[in-house]
Structures are given as structure tokens and as C-alpha cells.
């Protein structure tokens, strides 16, 4: 297995700029969910997912849209990127039918917004 | 929401020495405790979890402890070794699997 797989792993986008980051598992996960990382601020939750077509926001939303077509697949769009959206983004997902369970992260995408 | 709290932010041992990170948690329905290891260019790794119903679980050199009543719970690497070095995360969650995480902790071990 691969695990959580996410492209691409670096990126520099001009303000105004779009753009989709793409999130891939092969575990069967239903929940999947999006992070920022930021210095000093630890992984903050931007959507989720419980389940193919149903998505939902998390504790810094704006700016981002996601969809989820496919129990695999979780892409993250950014529609006009601005500068305050450079970070470290990642994907995760965890078997959420057993409860409470181990979130398993992407190596991450590394975004600048100029 | 949720909130957690994490220090120290950066925490420096000298190899063989034990290392403590504590974190406070501010909702009472949160009922699970993960501890993530991130190492450099890396996505966050689980190290050792801990559900509300237990007060201390162990794996080799890593102990975590949970305080229900305090809403603290900390992490314990005893031993450590170079290859501990990393950034390490604590979360809490509800059963919604609203996980969030604390700022993290630096750990450095000197050979």
C-alpha cells in the first residue's frame, strides 16, 4: 500500500492564481481531511470528509473548496490564491467507522504564494 | 472549539536522558489522545495514542499519561536516543473526529 499519496510536493503560484492539490489513499478510508501547517501553529484543520459526497468545514475554511467523488481521492482548490495561503498543506485519513482513530498523513505540499 | 496547548516549544536533552511534553485540552468530550512524530520534510507520523477510558499506556521508551480530571496528558520518552530528534504533536478529538493539534515541541537530542 501507499498509503496517502499527494501531489505536488512544491508549488509557487502568483496571488490570484488557482489551483488544485491532489490527495490519494488506498487504504479504503472513508474520512479524509485537509491541514495547513504554519510556524508556531501546530496542523489546522481546513475541510473534511466522513464519506464519498459529503464534505465539510473545519476551523479555517476560506479560500478553499474540496469535493470528494471517490472514496480515494480528496483534492483541495484554491480558487484565487493570496499570500496568507503559503504553507505546508496536508492530506490525512483514518478509518473514521471505527470510531476515533489514527489519523495517517501525506508527506505534504509545500505552497508559495508571491 | 477545541483548544490545545503544548510546551515546552523547544525542549533540549542530552542522549539517555528522559524527555517530558505536556499538553492541556479545553473540551471535556474530547475521548482520544494521539502523540504525532514529524520529522524533516515529512508528514506527521501516530507514535502512541491513548483513549479517556485508560490513564497511562506504554510502548518501550514512550509512556503517555492521561489526566480526565485536569484535562492534561503527556508524553514520556525515556532513553532517548539521536534518532528521536523530530517535532512532536499532541491532538485531541471527539467522537466527531474533530482532531486538533497542539503547536508542537522541537525535541533535540545531543549526542
Known amino acids: 500500500n501507499a498509503g496517502v499519496t499527494q501531489t505536488p510536493k512544491f508549488q509557487v503560484l502568483k496571488t490570484g492564481q488557482s489551483m488544485t492539490l491532489q490527495c490519494a489513499q488506498d487504504?479504503?478510508?472513508?474520512?479524509m481531511s485537509w491541514y495547513r501547517q504554519d510556524p508556531g501553529m501546530g496542523l489546522r484543520l481546513i475541510h473534511y470528509?466522513?464519506?464519498?459526497?459529503?464534505?465539510d468545514q473545519g476551523e479555517v475554511p476560506n479560500g478553499y473548496n474540496v469535493s470528494r467523488s471517490t472514496t480515494e481521492d480528496f483534492p483541495l482548490r484554491l480558487l484565487s490564491a493570496a499570500p496568507s495561503q503559503t504553507s505546508v498543506y496536508f492530506c490525512?485519513?483514518?478509518?473514521?467507522?471505527?470510531?476515533?482513530?489514527?489519523?495517517?498523513f501525506g508527506n505534504g505540499t509545500r505552497l508559495t504564494v508571491t | 472549539g477545541e483548544n490545545v496547548e503544548q510546551h515546552p516549544s523547544t525542549l533540549s536533552v542530552q542522549e539517555g536522558d528522559s524527555a517530558v511534553i505536556k499538553c492541556t485540552y479545553s473540551?471535556?468530550?474530547?475521548?482520544?489522545f494521539p502523540w504525532y512524530k514529524q520529522e524533516l520534510g515529512k508528514g506527521p507520523q501516530l507514535i502512541i495514542d491513548i483513549r479517556s477510558n485508560v490513564g497511562e499506556k506504554k510502548d518501550q521508551r514512550i509512556a503517555v499519561t492521561l489526566n480526565k480530571t485536569a484535562k492534561h496528558f503527556s508524553l514520556h520518552i525515556t532513553e532517548t536516543q539521536p534518532e528521536d530528534s523530530a517535532v512532536y504533536f499532541c491532538?485531541?478529538?471527539?467522537?466527531?473526529?474533530?482532531?486538533?493539534f497542539g503547536a508542537g515541541t522541537r525535541l533535540t537530542v545531543k549526542p
Open positions: 473540551d471535556s468530550a474530547s475521548n482520544y
Open positions: 487504504m479504503n478510508h472513508e474520512y
Open positions: 490525512a485519513s483514518s478509518n473514521w467507522h471505527e470510531g476515533n482513530s489514527p489519523l495517517h
Open positions: 470528509s466522513v464519506g464519498a459526497g459529503i464534505t
Open positions: 491532538a485531541a478529538s471527539d467522537n466527531n473526529n474533530d482532531m486538533r
